[in-house]
Each structure stands twice: as structure tokens, then as C-alpha cells.
């Protein structure tokens, strides 16, 4: 089985600073990690993903992850936020073989002017 | 695009009412999930369906029932609404193709039981 942990409920920050939400997961086959955003009042949307190939995945919007496999962990950075980040963003997990994703608790960015 | 589409943003029940939670998908996507979502607490997985007439048990299943009679369309059921089950509810959706890993949501529907 799969499990994933945001380390942090909520992060704080002033526009234009850097950010990192951290996420860690465990697991004993290979997975498939991704971010996902939910800006207030909306549904989820697909932020970034990891499936396969280069370790660092971007998103349109300016943000990166880094799988890093020794340390089970696919942490979120983007080096300047803007007002418009403010969300929830979760991470989750996927088995290789499988449909489902496990998602970690979320974290608040809550960008501040 | 993909779209996900829940028949109600909002619902107020009241206790012991049957409710019906409606979620259609226009991707032609074989796979179709129930989640929860409660602060603190992240998705959790209620039930989830691989094909028409298929279901099968998420993480936290007690107290509610699903139907998919067709592709597009998975309903989630509470036979007798609880105030426990106070809650956001997120539809998804996704593709075997390419591995069906990517889920498409829809906006949520926020359900009070009173």
C-alpha cells in the first residue's frame, strides 16, 4: 500500500518569495506522483505529474517538482509566487500497476500581499 | 477538455433521507471514483468503478452504496444520511488508456446533513 504525508498544513508567504511544500510517500513497488491544486470553491486540477524519464517536472504555470527516490519524496517549489497561487495543493501516489491515488492531507498556500 | 460534471454544488439533507449524488463524464473514461474530502484530512476514497456494473470498495465505504449503469455516469448513494457524513464530495474520472493514472474532478459537491 501506498501512503503520503504534506508536512506542512500551511505555508505562508509574501508575493514574489520562493516556496517549497514538501512531500513525502512511501511505498514498496514503484510509483507515479502528482500535484494537484484546488483553488477555493473548485474542483482539482492537475498541476504537474511524474510518471517516468527526467527527475524535475514543470508546470504552465511556473512551478517544478523533483522526484528524488532515496529520499521518497516529490517536494513542490516555485521560486516566485504570486497572489494567484493562494490554494490547497495535495500530492498523491499511484502504484505502477494500478488506478488509484493516494492523497497526502494538503497544504494551504496562502500568498500574502 | 475533459469535463466532470456533479448535479448539485450545494444539498442540504436532513438525517435519515436518502440522498443520491450524481456525477457524468463526456471523456468516454472507464474508470470513475467517490471521494471525500474533510479538512485535516485530504481525498479519501469512498468506492470507485472500472466498467459498467463494476464497483468496487475504497478506503471508507461504510455507509454508502454506488450504481453505474452506464459509461458516463456513477452515482453515490447514502441509504440513511448521518451528520458524520457532513462533507465535501469530489467526483473523478480517468482513462485506461496510457495507464488511467491521471484523474479529471469535478467541482465538488458540498453536503450538509442536519
Known amino acids: 500500500a501506498q501512503s503520503v504525508t504534506q508536512l506542512d498544513s500551511q505555508v505562508p508567504v509574501f508575493e514574489e518569495a520562493p516556496v517549497e511544500l514538501r512531500c513525502n510517500y512511501s511505498?514498496?513497488?514503484?510509483?507515479?506522483l502528482f500535484w494537484y491544486v484546488q483553488y477555493p470553491n473548485q474542483g482539482l486540477q492537475l498541476l504537474l505529474k511524474?510518471?517516468?524519464?527526467?527527475?524535475l517536472v514543470e508546470s504552465i504555470n511556473g512551478f517544478e517538482a523533483e522526484f528524488n527516490k532515496s529520499q521518497t519524496s516529490f517536494h513542490l517549489r516555485k521560486p516566485s509566487v504570486h497572489i494567484s497561487d493562494t490554494a490547497e495543493y495535495f500530492c498523491?501516489?499511484?502504484?505502477?500497476?494500478?488506478?488509484?491515488?493516494?492523497f497526502g492531507a494538503g497544504t494551504i498556500l496562502r500568498v500574502k500581499s | 477538455d475533459v469535463k466532470v460534471t456533479q448535479s448539485s454544488r450545494y444539498l442540504v439533507k436532513r438525517t435519515g433521507e436518502k440522498v443520491f449524488l450524481e456525477c457524468v463524464q463526456d471523456?468516454?473514461?472507464?474508470?470513475m471514483f467517490w471521494y471525500r474530502q474533510d479538512p485535516g484530512l485530504g481525498l479519501r476514497l469512498i468506492y470507485f468503478s472500472y466498467d459498467v456494473k463494476m464497483k468496487e470498495k475504497g478506503d471508507i465505504p461504510e455507509g454508502y452504496s454506488v450504481s453505474r449503469e452506464k459509461k458516463e455516469r456513477f452515482s453515490l448513494i447514502l441509504e440513511s444520511a448521518s451528520t458524520n457524513q457532513t462533507s465535501m464530495y469530489l467526483c473523478a474520472s480517468s482513462s485506461t488508456i496510457n495507464g488511467g493514472h491521471e484523474q479529471y474532478f469535478g467541482p465538488g459537491t458540498r453536503l450538509t446533513v442536519t
Open positions: 498523491a501516489v499511484s502504484a505502477w500497476y494500478g488506478n488509484k491515488l493516494v
Open positions: 471523456m468516454d473514461h472507464e474508470n
Open positions: 511524474y510518471l517516468s524519464g527526467s527527475t
Open positions: 511505498s514498496s513497488v514503484s510509483v507515479y
